[in-house]
Each structure stands twice: as structure tokens, then as C-alpha cells.
């Protein structure tokens, strides 16, 4: 399966990587399903990432992306990230919010659910900050126009950025190869990116720990170990 991998990817002309939160597990950022540790096993991270959750406690909710921008700080790239960063012909498509892809070089990197290392208004006056990861800052009003500022982060039921979702989009629809890394593919119209790869004939390859949630060429086991095996010319 690897060679027929790498041999696909050999000829690829238009190669596409698609990543989720998989990809950033070896580096020690938990996957978003995985139970909360510590201080928030007792929230649901659902509830966290929503303008519902924001609403109700905005501090609560800035407290727990801070803690993960933290986390993201002190995290160091792994194997697949350094792999894909090095192949500067394939654009990367991720869900991820960390920014470990462009710590490991990556310069081309379409990030569907945003970004942790900045913030936004919540009242939408377009008023956005740079934040540094490893001293993220605390609950504090848009200098512009007053309203809480919040992660610029796409929240469950939000829409996705415009400009990224449709480059995203065309990306998936003119690959060749669309190399399928660390997601379980359930959180729509992202993981829709898939199936229109699939539409426009490209070789679909799957890494992932687990076998079996998109059908294509399966490479089972962890990104840092294969990704590299993958990618290397
Ligand atoms: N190597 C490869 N795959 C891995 C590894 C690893 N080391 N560790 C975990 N995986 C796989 C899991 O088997 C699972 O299929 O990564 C996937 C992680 O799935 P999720 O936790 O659902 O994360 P993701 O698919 O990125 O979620 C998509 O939904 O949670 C929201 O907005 C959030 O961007 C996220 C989106």
C-alpha cells in the first residue's frame, strides 16, 4: 500500500494534503474527541467551542483556549509536520488551529477553522489581534467597538472563512492526490472536501491510526511514522 502510495504521489501533478487533528496528536495537542483532562474533564468541549458557550461564560471559554494555546506553545512539531513543510509543491488543507505546520516551515498552509494565534471581535467589527501563544491574553473588550474579544476560531455552527473554505474547495476539486491525514472525517462541509476529491478522480490515501474511515488507499498508523515515509522523494 505505501508503494502505491508513494508511487501515485511520484506522479502527482496537483497533490493536496487535507489534515486533522491526528496529525498534531504525537506532538502532544489531545484530539478534540479525546475526554478532557484535569481541569476540563468536566466540560464539554462542544459547549467550549460555541458562540452559545461564549455567550453564556466568554471567561470560561477564553480560560480554555488559553490553556490550549499554552499547550500549542510548548508543543514541538513532529515527523509528518516537518515532512509536509519540506514538500513545498503540495498545498496544506487543515481543520487544526495550532500553528505547528508553520513552525515546522510549511508556507502555504489553508487553515478551514481558523487560527489560535489570533483573536477577533465577537460583535463582528472586523477588529483583529496577534497573540502570542505562549502568554495568550485574558477576557478584555474590542479597543474599536467594546464587544468581548474571542479566538478567531470557527465555533460549531459558525460558518467557515470564506476566502479559505473556497479556496479549500477548488483545491480538492482539481486534485490528482489528496492525501488524507489524522481526521475522522466527521465534521461537515470540511470533511466534504473528500468526496469532491474523490468526484474529480483523484487517488484518495488515508492516514490514520485507525483503519477504515475514508476508502482509498489505507496506510494504517501514526502520522509521524508514515507521513514521512510518504512524502520523502
Ligand atoms: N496519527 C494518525 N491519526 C491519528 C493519530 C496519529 N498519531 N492520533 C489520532 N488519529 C486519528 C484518529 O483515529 C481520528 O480519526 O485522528 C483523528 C482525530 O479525529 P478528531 O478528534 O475527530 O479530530 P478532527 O477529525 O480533526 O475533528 C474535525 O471537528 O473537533 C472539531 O473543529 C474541530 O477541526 C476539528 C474538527
Redesign the pocket.
Known amino acids: 500500500m505505501l508503494d502505491a502510495a508513494k508511487a501515485a504521489l511520484r506522479k502527482a501533478v496537483r497533490p493536496v494534503t487535507f ?5 498534531s ?2 506532538s502532544g495537542i489531545p ?4 475526554a478532557q483532562t484535569g481541569l476540563w474533564a468536566m466540560y464539554d ?2 459547549a467550549l ?1 460555541s458562540p452559545e458557550g461564549f455567550a453564556t461564560d466568554p471567561e470560561l471559554v477564553v480560560g480554555w483556549y488559553n490553556e490550549r494555546r499554552r499547550n500549542v506553545a510548548s508543543a514541538q512539531p513532529n515527523a ?1 509536520h516537518c515532512a509536509m513543510a519540506g514538500r513545498q509543491d503540495i498545498v496544506h488543507v ?4 495550532d500553528n505547528l505546520l508553520e513552525r515546522a516551515g510549511a508556507n502555504d498552509v489553508v487553515h ?2 481558523g487560527s489560535l494565534d489570533r483573536d477577533k471581535c465577537s460583535g463582528g467589527c472586523g477588529h483583529r489581534e496577534d497573540i502570542d501563544l505562549a502568554n495568550p491574553l485574558p477576557l478584555r473588550p474590542c479597543p474599536l467597538c467594546g464587544h468581548w474579544m474571542r479566538p478567531d ?4 455552527g459558525e460558518q467557515l472563512p470564506r476566502v479559505g473554505w473556497l479556496r479549500a474547495d477548488q483545491l480538492a476539486a482539481e486534485a490528482d492526490v489528496f492525501v488524507v ?7 461537515y462541509p ?2 466534504g472536501l473528500i468526496a469532491t476529491a474523490r468526484r474529480a478522480d483523484a487517488i484518495v490515501i488515508e ?4 483503519p477504515g ?1 475514508t476508502p482509498g488507499i489505507q496506510l494504517t ?6 507521513v514521512p515515509e510518504l512524502l520523502s522523494l
Open positions: 489534515s486533522g487533528a491526528g496529525l496528536a504525537e484530539t478534540f474527541r479525546e468541549p462542544m467551542a509528518a487543515t481543520q487544526n488551529v478551514l477553522h476560531v470557527v465555533w460549531f491525514i489524522g481526521t475522522s472525517a466527521q465534521v470540511a470533511a492516514v490514520n491510526i485507525e474511515a498508523g501514526p502520522a509521524g511514522r508514515i
